[in-house]
């Protein structure tokens, strides 16, 4: 499957089934690895994604790419580091602080982290510690939210019935 094919063709039938269901269509990719070619497609909602979501979207989405050279089909949501992407990420992104990885370095950086403060169809706005910062879009290579992963190990887990968990061991 060539990329033109997997733009033109596969993608707006994969974007009318995740609207038919209720989801958006974030992301298609078709990547090669040593186990084989797997199509993978990320999919989200403002509440998030299920396991069932991916479940249902993957059964609709089966016949739209049987005709397809691929060798596995993953559906999956995009993960709460999900990358900015589209004018409409980047709309939900403003105000959040972001990562930006550069295709080259600027100012002597490949990488910065700031507060995204606005963009337009040719480049972003960063608030950084050292002032605002303008990158063209065309340099950016990644650009995604920065997850605050402060008191995560102070989470309680708990099993089917609400009692606590209990450490297996280290």
Do not use: W
């Not at 033109?4 to 974007?15: D, K, M, Y």
């Not at 078709?30 to 299920?50: A, H, S, V």
């Not at 950016?140 to 968990?165: R, S």
């Amino acid at each position: 499957m060539a990329k033109a094919e997997l733009t033109a063709v596969i993608g707006p039938a994969c974007r009318s089934l995740a609207e038919r269901l209720g989801y958006e269509l974030v992301d298609i990719s078709l990547d090669r690895e040593p186990t084989g070619k797997y199509l993978r497609i990320y999919i989200d909602r403002p509440e998030g994604i299920t396991l069932d979501d991916c479940e249902a979207y993957h059964r609709a989405a089966l016949p739209l790419v049987e005709n397809y050279d691929y060798d596995f089909m993953e559906v999956s949501s995009p993960g709460i580091d999900r990358p900015l992407k589209t004018d409409r990420d980047f709309e939900r992104g403003l105000g959040t602080e972001v990562e930006v990885r550069l295709f080259q370095a600027m100012d002597g950086a490949k990488e910065l982290t700031g507060v995204l403060t606005g963009f337009d169809a040719d480049s972003l706005t960063i608030g950084t510690a050292g002032g605002e910062k303008r990158i063209p879009r065309k340099a950016a290579a990644l650009v995604k939210p920065l997850v605050d992963m402060e008191g995560v190990e102070e989470v309680e887990f708990t099993d089917d019935e609400g009692a606590p968990e209990t450490d297996s061991g280290d």
